[in-house]
């Protein structure tokens, strides 16, 4: 079995609905894209598995599979994107 990875930023809005970016986005493109029903969008990402993580979790994620070296306790997009070596 490979290992757990965070893939890529996600929001979920209000009403419940995921919205996936990019790899190289930031959760403020993703909120951009959207446009007003996104507003007070929840920051998650998407894990390997398929999985919707908040940022607590996708922060110990990123750091067990070596995609960040010290998140935070939250990680950040800005932070997956610099650790898997890509451009906004």
Sequence with gaps: MSKLKVLEPAIKEKS???VKGK???SHDDIIKREG???KGAKHEFVLSDK???DRAKAAKVAKA???VKHPGKKLHS???RKGLGLKK
């Design 51 to 53: 999985e919707i993580a």
């Design 36 to 38: 007003k029903k996104a």
């Design 23 to 25: 790899p190289s986005d």
């Design 78 to 80: 800005h932070e997956l």
């Design 16 to 18: 419940g609905k995921v």
């Design 65 to 67: 599979a070596g995609e």
